[in-house]
C-alpha cells in the first residue's frame, strides 16, 4: 500500500438532550460577523503590557549609571555655578536605546536578576521595550526565551543570554564569491556550510541564524506547477483541498490517534472505542492510529489490533523524558529511536514492515533537520510532530520537500529547515472554547486534546469537540486530529462515555463523516474521490471489519528480561513469538545482549 500513498517528492451519558437546533446554532453562531459594541468594550481594557512598562520605568528611577544623563544646566538661577549641570528627565527611549544597544531583536531579557524578579523580562522592538510576566508558579527561562515551571529555571540569575554573531546574509556590495556567504567577521565560506549543524565560520556565526525564513539552504516554497497529483501535492497556503474539489463535496475525515505503549492499563479503553458498534458510512469499522513506545508496549495487544485493522506508527524506544535528548538528538540516534522502533514493532509484533508509515516524536519535541533526516532514511511515508497554530482554516497535511506553509509553532521548537521526502501530518491545534469568539480575539490552542486544561467536564468536552467538527466540515474540511493519551480517559471515564456519545451522534448525524488512519488521509489526498464516492474507495474498505482478517497468534509469551543497556534490570516482553535471550532495547532490536 506504501506506494500507492502520496508521498516522496453531556453527559453526555445519559444527561446530553442535546438536540439539532443546537448544532445548528453553533454553526451560525461560528458564522456571525463581530458584536458593533465590541471596539467600545475593547477601549475600557488596559493592557497589561502598559502597566508593565509602568513598573520597569518606575525602577528605573534612580539607576543613575544606567539612564541619567548629565547635561549643561542652562536654567538661569543666582546660584548657578560654572560647571553646574542637572538630570535630564529619563524617558522610555532613553531607556529603550541603553537597554536594546547590546541585545539581538527580540530577545527578552531580565532588568533586574534574581529569583524574586525572575517572572519579568522585557524585549526591544521598534515601537519600544515590551514587557511581559510570566503566570504565578511559572518564571523566564531565558534560554528557552518562554515561560517555564519555576523549579526548572535554572537562570534566574543571569540577566540575559551572551549576544550571538551573525552572519551577513545581506550587504549593499557582495563581499564573498559567488557560491559563498559571509560570516559575521567578514570570512568567506561556502553557502553548503552555513545552518548544517557544524560550526564553521571562527566566530561561529555561521549556526547563529538558521530559521526557516533565514536559512541560507531551506526548502523552496510550494510550487504547484512542481507539485500535481497523483505523484505529489502541496498548496502554497496549506489550506487548499487536493483536488481542488468544492468544501461541500469532500468527506470529512477524524484522525483518531493514541500515543504511547498499549497494555493492560488501557487496553480495555480500546476495546471499549473499538468494539464494532460504531460504524463508518461505508459500513466498516472505525480506525484509529496507535504511536507506539517501546517500553512498557505489550505486542501481543498491538498485533492484535492491527488485525483489526488499526494503524500502527512509531513513537521511539525510550520515550526519553527530557526535552533535551530529543532537541539534541543526532541522526544516528534519532534513527535508532524510531527506525529502531519501526523494526521492533515488525520483529515482535508481527506487523509487515509496509504497514508502518509514521512515526511521532515524544513529547512533541522536534529535532529539526536531523530528525527529518533520518526519517527519510529508514524510509518513514509521514511525521505526526508539527504543530500549527490555532488557524481558521486549518491546514491539510503537506509534504517537507518544500517549506511549512505555518510559522514554527511551540516552545523554543527545532522545525525542519530543509526538503525532506517526508510527509507532514500536522496537528491542527483544538479551539478550547466551546464556541466561537471575536476574530480579533486571542486564544490560545492545544495540540494534546487532552492537554486542552479549558476541558473540566463531558460538557465542556462534548462542545469543543462539536465547536471543532463545525470548524472544519464548515471551512474547508481539512482532516480534524483528535491526539489522545488514553491514560486521560482511564482516569476519567466520564470523558470516555462523552467521546463515545459524541462519535456516536457525528456517524449517525452526518453520512459523510469517517474515521480513518493517518495513511488512509494520504491515499485520499493522492486519489481524492467526492463524498458520493468514497463509500466505495478502495483504501478505505481494506480490513473493513474485525472479522476479515485472521487471528494469527496461537499464544502470548510474557518474558522476564534484562537489558545490559538498563542495569539488569527486569523488564517484560508480551509478544506472539519466542522470547529472546534479553529485553530488546536501542540498537539490539532482537535482544541479544549487544550494546
Known sequence: MRSKLILLGCIVGLAFAHQHDSVLNLKQAFKAKKSKGLEAMQGKIVDESHILMEEILASAQGRKELFDSDVPNTKDTKEEKPDARYKRQVGQEDIRHALCQDKNAGEFFRLVAGTKQCRDVVSCADGGLQAIRCPPGLAFDLSKQTCEWRQLVKDCNIKARPKLALPNFNTDEPICEPGELSCGDGQCLPRTLFCDDKVDCLDGSDENLCDSRNDPNRADDCDPRQCSLPQCFCSVTGQEIPGSLAPERVPQMIMLSFDDAINNNNIDIFEQIFDGKLKNPNGCDVKATFFVSHRYNNYSMAQELHRRGHEMAVHSITHDNEEEYWDNGTVASWAAEMGGARDMMVKWGNVPADDIYGSRAPLLRLGGNRQFTALETEGFVYDSSMVAPLSNPPYWPYPLAFSAPHR???????????????????????????????????????????????????????????????????????????YLHAAWLKKQPEMLDALLFWLDEVLSTYDDVYLVTMSQVLAWMQSPVDSSAAVQFPAWQQKCTALDTEDTCVSSQNCQLSSPQLGGIKQRLQTCNSCPSYYPWVNDVAGQGGV
Do not use: K, W
Open 408 to 482: 514554527c509553532h511551540g516552545n523554543f521548537q527545532n522545525c525542519p529547515t530543509r526538503s525532506h521526502s517526508v510527509m507532514e501530518m500536522v496537528m491542527n491545534e483544538f479551539d478550547p472554547r466551546e464556541e466561537p469568539g471575536y476574530d480579533d480575539e486571542t486564544v490560545s490552542g492545544c495540540a494534546m486534546l487532552d492537554s486542552c486544561s479549558q476541558i473540566r467536564t463531558p460538557d465542556n468536552l462534548y462542545n469543543v469537540l462539536t465547536h471543532n467538527f463545525i470548524r472544519h466540515y464548515e471551512q474547508n474540511r481539512a482532516p480534524m486530529g483528535m
